[in-house]
Nanobody, 118 residues
C-alpha cells in the first residue's frame, strides 16, 4: 500500500515562504511523485512533479516553487517562495507510475492547507 502524508502547511503573509513535505511509505519508492492543489470552489490542479526524468512545474509557480526529493528519506518537498494570495489552497501529494498518469492515480495524501494573506 502506498501511504502519503503531507506536513508543513500554515498561514503566511504574501511574499513569504513555506516548505511542504510529503513522507511516503516504502511501497512508493521508485514512483513519480507530485504536488497538486485545490482552492475553494475550484478544481484540483497540477503544481509540480518529480521523477527520474526530471522536475516539472505549472506555469503559475515556475521560478517561485522548487520541488525536490530525498530518496533516502522517502520524502518529497515543495519549497514555496514569493507566495501570493492566489496560492491559497489545500496542497496534496500524489504518487504514480508516471507523471502523465498522476492526475488519475489512486495514491493521494490527505492534504495540507496553505493560506496566504494579503
Amino acid at each position: 500500500q502506498v501511504l502519503l502524508v503531507e506536513t508543513g502547511g500554515g498561514l503566511v503573509q504574501a511574499g513569504g515562504s513555506l516548505r511542504l513535505s510529503c513522507a511516503a511509505s516504502r511501497r512508493a519508492f521508485g514512483y513519480a511523485m507530485g504536488w497538486f492543489r485545490q482552492a475553494p470552489g475550484k478544481e484540483r490542479e497540477f503544481v509540480a512533479a518529480v521523477s527520474d526524468g526530471g522536475t516539472y512545474y505549472a506555469d503559475s509557480v515556475k521560478g517561485r516553487f522548487t520541488c525536490s526529493r530525498d530518496n533516502q528519506k522517502r520524502t518529497m518537498y515543495l519549497q514555496m517562495n514569493s507566495l501570493k494570495p492566489e496560492d491559497t489552497a489545500v496542497y496534496y501529494c500524489a504518487a504514480s507510475s508516471t507523471i502523465d498518469a498522476m492526475p488519475r492515480t489512486d495514491y493521494w495524501g490527505k492534504g495540507t492547507l496553505v493560506t496566504v494573506s494579503s
